[in-house]
């Protein structure tokens, strides 16, 4: 029997749904493009953050929202937590807010060390929260469109993909550009080939600082001969975003620095015909048309709020859901151990 106090209490429920009560700690770089989106999307409520300059320049621009300097203040008076923190603190944080039965959305990466992603995981599915982690390319429309392209056949079997993230600065001084860049492009090549690698092998080198790598190469070996290869870098002269997709039908390039034309699909390949005498004369390459495909070029960061406020209300996970999170967690802890052994492959 349905009961009057049923009904108001399911009321009550969902009017709290649709205020959708959060909370955000760290206000940084980052972090200020996190509080700008989760206001625009009026589901902001209180920001906290150790920089009390910070904290009145936000509360000079959007003064109904609440600002603290105290983390417990904050989970006090919210149903979710944004995690915008540095990735030393992203454990203990995610933990506590976990503990209180708070649904989170984590910064990447998710923590430092696989043992601390598994916890967190399991801490996760054990209190029915929703965990999402920060991986802003999985919610990138061009990547959407390749990941359409290769689910839908059109570039044919993959043989090999390979990235580029390189720039002059920005520095750090608390990670390496492994575990600063490497989350980006660890999450696209596991959503587009859908696999775990076998084995990763990592070589790199501190020029800046000693012991905190400013260049990285990184090699990915699945089953079936597909590989992937990442470099990374905050010492070069070039800022490039860029990810080269081969397959045995078509090869796609998705460049985040173009303003406009962010996919080319190159219909190059090469094709086998029977022949009874030398092999080589078997095999032609074929250069076709270049098509550049029309994509919506809304923000990535807007969807990937939007998503995890729809995943709070749906209950449904994020793509970038905490079992997600612990994939890239443990590629590029592998990574890093390989980085530590000098290229040594490590086994996943």
């Known amino acids: 029997m349905?009961?009057?106090?049923?009904?108001?209490?399911?009321i009550r429920e969902n009017n709290r749904m649709d205020e959708m009560n959060l909370g955000l700690i760290g206000t940084g770089n980052w972090g200020a493009n996190l509080v700008r989106n989760f206001y625009e999307l009026k589901a902001l409520k209180?920001?906290?953050?150790?920089?009390?300059?910070?904290?009145?320049?936000?509360?000079?621009?959007?003064p109904e929202i609440e600002t603290t300097e105290d983390f417990n203040q904050l989970l006090s008076s919210v149903d979710s937590v944004v995690i915008a923190t540095s990735a030393s603190s992203h454990y203990e944080l995610l933990k506590q807010a976990l503990l209180q039965d708070k649904d989170v959305f984590v910064e990447k990466p998710l923590a430092l060390s696989v043992k601390e992603g598994e916890e967190l995981v399991t801490l996760a599915t054990n209190k029915s929260r929703i965990l999402m982690v920060g991986h802003l390319l999985l919610y990138h429309p061009a990547i959407w469109k390749i990941k359409e392209y290769i689910d839908k056949g059109t570039l044919g079997e993959i043989h090999y993909m390979y990235s580029q993230r390189v720039n002059l600065g920005k520095i750090r001084k608390d990670e390496n550009a492994l575990w600063s860049f490497g989350p980006h492009d660890i999450s696209v090549i596991l959503y587009l080939i859908k696999d775990l690698p076998l084995k990763v092998s990592c070589t790199g080198e501190s020029y800046?600082?000693?012991?905190?790598?400013?260049?990285?190469?990184?090699t990915l070996h699945f089953k079936d001969k597909k590989i992937a290869h990442i470099h990374l870098s905050w010492l070069d002269p070039h800022?490039?975003?860029?990810?080269?997709?081969?397959?045995?039908?078509k090869m796609a390039v998705f460049d985040d620095m173009e303003t406009q034309e962010k996919i080319r699909l190159y219909d190059k390949g090469v094709d086998y015909r029977p022949s009874f005498g030398d092999m080589a004369k078997a095999i032609s390459l074929r250069i076709g048309d270049i098509l550049v495909p029309k994509i919506d070029l809304k923000e990535p960061l807007k969807i990937e709020c939007q998503r995890f406020l729809e995943s709070v209300k749906s209950r449904k996970p994020p793509i970038s859901d905490g079992e997600n999170g612990l994939e890239v967690l443990k590629v590029l802890d592998a990574a890093q151990k390989s980085l530590d052994q000098g290229g040594k492959p490590v086994n996943l």
């Open 2 to 10: 349905v009961t009057k106090d049923r009904i108001e209490r399911g």
């Open 46 to 62: 209180i920001v906290c953050d150790k920089n009390q300059e910070r904290l009145e320049q936000i509360k000079t621009k959007m």
């Open 208 to 218: 800046l600082q000693n012991g905190i790598f400013d260049v990285v190469f990184c």
């Open 239 to 249: 800022k490039i975003r860029k990810f080269t997709i081969v397959g045995s039908k």
